[in-house]
């Protein structure tokens, strides 16, 4: 059974009496009516707060101000006339005019700027004042650039001393509920239980330090009391309202409701050093505080100018003469190694593993415009900040109860996630702020702000890396992120060159464990980057005429297109300097860096459309006017696959070469505009004005030809390829005689530094230092004089790199699975490398175009509702352990006869599937007539039959499960 509390014992106020000279009732009535006759002194803003906390006893035992006697023991000694400790003059100066109309007995009215009585000074003395002499012994300067001693040279030249009364309080800009007068504090306190109090005043921004050591002082007692002070300031400290709606947000969200009291001071800051230091703790004892911290930043008041330093201050009296415990804090810092908020009594470690904590950090960070990381201030106080920063109103709301958690109030929902999306992109284009990310690597990963990391890092082509558990290893639908990134590489139309592979090579064996990946948007991506090498990376790209920039974030996506533009000898057009100049005047674009969400650009010229325009968002393709034999472009709009495909939309237009930019242009500014779009982020593609909102292609031509000024004359026919390979496996001739292009078929699209160099170097020796990247995760090397081509082929191979290819390595694609991804379910490409081995030695004589789509989750980046088999990874439980499993959708197809792959309800353990697969292509090989293809067959077949063929028996459907979470924001190449 637990002891009895002991009885709650109040701390005695200073001089032990609490003074009150807050007048009420008839005292009040009378003073009033009396005030309008009497002599007037006008008061500024901190003469007002001094009277307040004269009246209210905040200041006790003073009664009013100072008189000679106390003034001058108060200068010299730090102590009032009778002894008790007192660090600072409490005043009233006036010019010698002034006073030399009034006489010791009258009564004064004290009057606000705008002649509003609010007190009565009963006036006992007038004092010569010498306020350059106040200024060198209490500021430690009568230098004018010092605030405080700035304040002492122009009050004036006499002292007027006495009681005062209180009439009217000062209003206090929207802080009324946070104001607790001393005697409304201890009641306070009392009603808690609370018998030791330790009190905190600052008038800076509230940064992790003020948290740790009020917490750390919390610990052995009982309550805390966040006393910020919202008086009168300098011209360049944070708003008193900005400060404490930071100390009311932390409050709320990460301090127990019944172990904290927020309150507001109402007093000036003076800056006079370890003086205001003590005379702050002596005022909070008067509040009820048994105990004051004091931190490194002295209440952050400048002390240069200070004779002592803090500690020696509180030292020069005995203890019992202050009634108030100090405890002191050392230097506080992020320590990256410790990995928390600590101090050089605790951290061993150096001043490289450390992240300067302090007010004046705060506020050199705001000056630059910059985000405040995470271990600098928590992400609500950064963003309140921020929000400051940017010019948006900052109120401060009510106090919650003290007993009751928090509840927010009915009319201010949770904000979305596309809310929060939008709020950030409209505060920050992450495309100006590569300081920060320089920054940031010089400061290391922990000095990141969330922002950064979930959102902003993305328009520069970096996001975070998953830990290699994906989507079930964290919550709501997203795994865990590792200190490291993917840093994904912009190739426009796949045109790479052989400096710019080997520069690739380098970064990936220094910074990417020795690999890159091609994705299905002719982009390079490097994993393991590191935050401290990001710049270097950056900066070494853009030297070699590559950038990162917009591979990522709601922006225009690399603009992809036919890989072998200018060399195809079947192509109608060379449509790859529409490409470059898209990407000209869309990437880096300020106009065009807050999209709705990603979009996606291929303009080619070819016949195969091998860069699938049938899912980008515009799919330009070429076509030729009959009547005059002009090549222009067919327009489709609003393709994608993700959770909810959609294939393209034609318009019945026909663009002309010269209008083909201003018609991107036209588009993008469509989707960019469309509000509509930006209220919920899983559906904020520009499909889903022809999905959810109505649109048709007539509606969006017309809204087309209305933003680019022209009309668009109409479509005419067009052919769309039938079934072709589209990868460019092998050697082909080009449009130029006597030269032929090598196309390697890179298995998962993954490469290693190694082999990336020999290709580079092939590409030299053997061609013009050309290459390609293609949407199949390919690459080619171009410009390949014919006889050369064998040799070529023999390096090539000899590098582990394939000319000639089985369906199934030629056909597999994988997206980047759990290895990297956190949202991802399974991992695909390990598992990809050995279910193409499994097939090919299960059917060595498979000769069928196929495609194979292996995607991690539901989310579609391995593009598996295009290909005739896609799957798509699921979670299973095998003898009640959790297994990686595959859900089959069969039948996906573009061109002549596009169409979506079919979910035909059959899932299998991750194991199995090469059985599976197995089974379904030998009943296609029994059946094939005529080389029918395999689309053919899968068209031929009911959902039924194919699982039963997959399953080899007849088997019950399995529901396919929904996406497991948002879609993920970036990792689709």
């Known amino acids: 059974m637990s002891s009895p509390k002991p009885e709650t014992v109040e701390v005695s106020p200073h001089g032990g009496r609490l003074i009150d000279r807050v007048l009420r009732g008839d005292a009040l009535g ?29 200041y006790s035992p003073l009664e009013g101000f100072m008189g000679a006697a106390d003034y001058r023991a108060v200068l010299r000694e730090m102590r009032l006339a009778n002894g008790l400790p007192w660090t600072l003059p409490i005043t009233l100066a006036v010019r010698r005019a002034a006073a030399d109309e ?17 007190g009565i000074l009963h006036l006992e003395e007038r004092v010569p004042y010498d306020g350059r002499e106040e200024a060198r012994l209490v500021y430690g300067t009568d230098d004018p650039r010092h605030p405080g001693a700035s304040y002492q040279l122009t009050r004036g030249d006499v002292l007027l001393a ?8 000062p209003r206090l800009k929207g802080f009324e509920p946070y104001r607790l007068d001393p005697a409304d504090a201890r009641a306070r306190f009392r009603k808690l239980g609370w018998r030791t109090v330790v009190g905190f005043q600052s008038q800076q921004p509230m940064h992790r330090a003020h948290e740790y050591i009020q917490k750390c002082a919390l610990e052995p007692l009982d309550g805390l009391f966040i006393h910020p002070l919202v008086g009168q300031t300098k011209l360049d400290e944070l708003p008193s309202e900005v400060r404490v709606r930071c100390y009311q947000v932390l409050v709320e969200q990460y301090y127990p409701t019944n172990r904290v009291v927020l309150a507001v001071f109402p007093g000036a800051m003076r800056y006079a050093g370890p003086r205001e230091t003590l005379f702050h703790a002596l005022v909070r004892k008067n509040y009820g505080c048994t105990h004051f911290i004091v931190g490194r930043e002295y209440a952050g008041i400048e002390s240069a100018f200070a004779p002592v330093t803090v500690d020696q201050m509180f030292r020069a009296f005995a203890p019992e003469e202050l009634g108030i415990v100090p405890l002191f804090f050392d230097a506080t810092f992020y320590c990256r190694r410790c990995e928390t908020v600590t101090s050089p009594k605790t951290c061993p470690h150096g001043s490289q593993d450390r992240v300067a904590l302090s007010s004046a950090a705060v506020r050199e960070l705001l000056g630059r415009g910059e985000l405040m990381p995470t271990e600098v201030a928590r992400p609500e106080v950064a963003e309140i900040l921020r929000n400051w920063v940017r010019g948006t109103d900052v109120a401060v709301g009510p106090p919650t109860a003290p007993a009751a958690p928090p509840v927010a109030p009915a009319d201010a929902p949770k904000e979305t996630k596309a809310q929060r999306a939008e709020r950030l992109k409209r505060a920050v284009n992450p495309w100006e702020q590569l300081e920060a990310i320089r920054r940031f690597a010089r400061e290391g990963y922990q000095s990141i702000p969330a922002a950064w990391l979930n959102t902003y890092f993305r328009w520069w082509g970096v996001y975070t890396q998953g830990d290699g558990i994906g989507a079930v290893g964290g919550k709501g639908g997203e795994g865990k992120a590792v200190p490291s990134f993917m840093v994904r590489i912009r190739i426009p139309n796949g045109q790479l ?17 020795g690999q890159a990946d091609i994705t299905v948007r002719e982009n390079v991506q490097l994993h393991w980057v590191p935050i401290e090498d990001l710049p270097d990376l950056l900066e070494s790209l853009w030297r070699s005429g590559l950038t990162t920039m917009g591979t990522c974030g709601d922006v225009t996506r690399n603009v992809t297109g036919c890989p072998l533009a200018g060399v195809d000898s079947d192509e109608l057009v060379d449509a790859s300097p529409l490409v470059q100049a898209a990407t000209r005047m869309l990437n880096g674009n300020p106009d065009f860096y807050n999209l709705p969400r990603k979009y996606k650009i291929t303009i080619t010229g070819c016949r195969a459309w091998c860069s699938y325009p049938e899912i980008n968002d515009i799919g330009m393709t070429a076509v030729r006017q009959p009547a005059s034999g002009e090549v222009g ?3 489709r709009v609003g393709g994608g696959l993700s959770t909810t495909p959609h294939l393209a939309v034609r318009l019945g237009a026909f663009v002309h070469s010269n209008q083909a930019l201003p018609v991107v242009r036209g588009i993008t500014e469509i989707f960019r505009d469309s509000d509509v779009l930006r209220q919920d982020r899983e559906k904020a593609r520009l499909k889903f004005l022809f999905l959810q909102h109505g649109w048709t292609a007539e509606r969006f031509q017309e809204e087309l030809e209305r933003r680019v000024g022209f009309s ?16 460019h496996v092998g050697i082909h001739g080009q449009k130029q005689d006597g030269y032929v292009y090598a196309g390697v078929a890179v298995l998962r699209g993954r490469l290693t530094a190694d082999q990336m160099r020999t290709v580079a170097d092939l590409a030299d020796r053997y061609g013009t230092g050309e290459l390609r990247t293609t949407t199949m995760q390919n690459l080619l090397i171009l410009n390949v004089r014919r006889p050369q081509s064998e040799a070529l082929a023999r390096e090539l191979e000899a590098a582990g790199l394939r000319l000639q290819a089985s369906p199934f390595w030629r056909g597999t694609i994988a997206c980047t699975g759990t290895e990297f991804c956190k949202l991802a379910l399974t991992e695909t490409k390990g598992f990809a490398r050995w279910l193409v081995e499994e097939m090919e030695a299960r059917m060595p004589g498979f000769d069928q175009h196929l495609k194979i789509h292996v995607t991690g989750c539901p989310n579609s980046c391995g593009q598996h509702w295009i290909a005739d088999l896609g799957i798509e990874g699921k979670k299973t439980k095998v003898e009640g352990t959790l297994v990686d499993a595959y859900y089959f959708c069969v039948g996906g197809a573009v061109g002549q006869h596009q169409r979506t792959a079919r979910p035909i309800g059959y899932r299998v353990p991750a194991t199995e599937v090469p059985d599976a697969i197995e089974r379904l292509l030998r009943a296609y090989l029994a059946e094939r007539r005529n080389g029918d293809s395999f689309r053919h067959f899968a068209a031929g077949h009911t959902d039924e039959e194919l699982r039963s063929f997959l399953a080899g028996q007849a088997a019950a459907a399995v529901g396919r499960d929904a996406s497991p979470g948002r879609p993920p924001h970036g990792v689709d190449g």
């Not at 009034?102 to 609010?118: F, S």
């Open 30 to 58: 009378e003073a009033q009516a009396r005030a309008s006759s009497l002599k007037r002194i006008s008061f500024n803003a901190r003469m007002m707060s001094d009277l307040e906390l004269l009246a209210v006893g905040a």
């Open 102 to 118: 009034l006489r010791e007995g009258e009564e004064i009215a004290l009057v606000t700027p705008w002649e509003e009585p609010i």
């Open 162 to 169: 006495g009681p005062v009364d209180l009439i009217a309080r």
């Open 497 to 513: 060159f052989s400096h710019q592979l080997r520069m690739i090579a380098r970064f990936a064996e220094r910074s990417a464990r």
């Open 633 to 635: 472009f067919s327009v």
């Open 712 to 727: 668009l004359d109409p479509a005419v026919a067009e052919e769309p390829p039938d079934d072709v390979y589209r990868d």
